[in-house]
């Protein structure tokens, strides 16, 4: 008999009747539809005169569709729950952050507050209803069940990150193009250049958005076997690389710069490399080369003809208070770099309160509503850890900690497998991306333009191929 939900009709319950080929295909299409919706999401936000939080349902839109087919998936028992630790965490993260908004709601917050800390801050949008639908794009990957599915999210994120980077250079050139990020009053060396930022809210989270892009890129560009895609790849790791150096941030030089070591130990410790028949460069010894000379190449013309410069903290109270007009102003005596800045107000919130933090996304707010944090308040900590501590609570960041260290875990065994099969490339790039975030995240800033890309690919690290025997006896 077909099975139905609460006596409904055979035809309203199709997900749970329909075939298991289907059931994969659903959810490779949602997850590339996910990447393509937050990829329009961030055009829109980045290209509108004014802020509203209806752009956070550009995200909504992705993570709850994801969520709510995993949901269909483990009522047709596709999957299991046992069969993926990382779950649990997810749901324990979840619940806290419930808690955290509710301890805004039985605070007696003022309704600004409780949509702030239900929606998100005007400009950021990552309140309550953000962090479910990362986790919902997180569980839907996980429940991938053939590779295929992995190639064309790889290959759809790779084509977000060129769009992005083409924005960024039109960003760079001293015209109209559209840009939240013009010449900032600090940055007096670049001679009128704009700061790129591409589709992401400011330069240092653009950063975050290239070390993904770039882990993937990178060592696609060393080990695909497909010519077409091998030679895409590798120049679009050095475009992203070259709009990093756009941004006078000092994020995207970490970020691709981790991804860069990870990638160079992949290879170094895979025995002899990986040879190929076809294409100019026969192994990925000669890949990996040439993408390293590509690179010294065009850090030394950028450093020659604009010169290399950090600028950080301008960048950040530029975006809060110019751009965002979130925060009230900035000492011009304080001569605390960004992270000790955000360090500080971090520790200040976390102090105060330690179990479900200020609220999701209040850090800005919380400030605001005291005068003698007032100024140089700003709206991230710069530091993902320290953030999801002030906002959520210490055990939020702990468990946030464990899942990201799950994942890496994860990636690591799954290197036996890329190394029993170089076609299963994707395992280097999934690991590349993810450990290449959680470095950066110790400077860069979790971002709606960012961060459902990197919990899509946290997500994939927990998948694997599933014969549909298997699947229904789950």
Known sequence: MPKTIFGTTEKSNFILNMKYETVRKWISGLLCAAVIIVLIGSAVMNFSTQTSWAYGAFVYAAGFSCLLFYVALLMRKDISIKEN????????????????????????????????????????????????????IFLLAASVMRYGTVQRVLDLIVGAGIVSAFIAVMQHIPWNFPSKFRMLPAILLLKNVHLSSGLSENPIMYGSFLTIVSGVALTGALYSKNVTRARIYGGSAALFFLT????????????????????????????????????FLKSSRKRLAAVVAAFAVIFGLVFAFQGIYFRD?????????????????????????????????SMILIKEHPLLGVGPDRMAAYQRARDELSIN????????YLYIAATRGVPSMLLYIALVAATIVK????????????EKWFRAALLAAVLGYAVQAFFGASAVTSAPYFWLLAGLAWCGERPAAKARKS
Request: hydrophobic share 45%; aromatic share 12%; with cysteine.
């Open 85 to 136: 630790p990382s779950v649990f965490l997810v749901i324990a993260l979840a619940v806290l952050a419930f808690a955290s908004y509710y301890r805004v709601v039985l605070s007696g917050g003022s309704s600004d507050d409780i949509n702030t800390a239900m929606l998100g801050e005007q400009g950021r949008y990552e309140g309550l209803l953000t962090i479910l639908a990362y986790f919902g």
């Open 244 to 279: 990093g150096l756009f941004t006078s941030s000092l994020v995207p030089v970490i970020g691709t710069g981790a991804v860069l070591i990870i990638t160079i130990i992949i290879e170094l410790t895979n025995k002899g490399g990986v040879r190929f028949e076809e294409g």
């Open 313 to 345: 903290k301008s960048i950040a109270f530029s975006d809060s208070y110019n751009n965002l007009f979130i925060t009230y102003g900035a000492s011009l005596t304080d001569s605390d770099n960004l992270w000790e800045l955000g360090a500080k107000r």
């Open 377 to 384: 308040c700003i709206d991230k900590s710069y530091n993902e």
């Open 411 to 422: 990636l690591f065994k799954g290197m036996k497998e890329f190394s029993a099969d170089r």
